[in-house]
Nanobody, 115 residues
């Protein structure tokens, strides 16, 4: 059974940093495309970053240069390092894995950027 468990969210001031973790079980994340998405109140869920089995990464324009997605093989965990956070980064952040035809999501972790 595939499970994704996110952690690391919280309240941070503008300009601060957070690192989100997504612990995967039931899969070897290195064999799949893993993603981080976010959903702000009243908005649609949007892609933030992806990492492929080859280690290639993709970012939405609004986070390029500030966020970095990476993985730890030993811990079967995907991370999202978020720097220079802005109030508009406030959202619930979700981890995602694509196992066609299925897609699995974690429960989400809240990130709030506010002074």
């Amino acid at each position: 059974q595939v499970q994704l468990v996110e952690s690391g969210g919280g309240l941070v001031q503008p300009g601060g940093s957070l690192r989100l973790s997504c612990a995967a079980s039931g899969i070897n994340f290195r064999m799949h495309i893993m993603g981080w998405y976010r959903q702000a109140p009243g908005k649609q869920r949007e892609l933030v970053a992806l990492i492929t089995s080859a280690g290639d990464t993709t970012y939405v324009d609004s986070v390029k240069g500030r966020f970095a997605i990476s993985g730890d093989n030993a811990k079967n965990t995907v991370y999202l390092q978020m720097n220079s956070l802005k109030p508009e980064d406030t959202a619930v952040y979700y981890c995602n894995v694509q196992l066609p035809p299925d897609v699995y999501w974690g429960q989400g972790t809240q990130v709030t950027v506010s002074s």
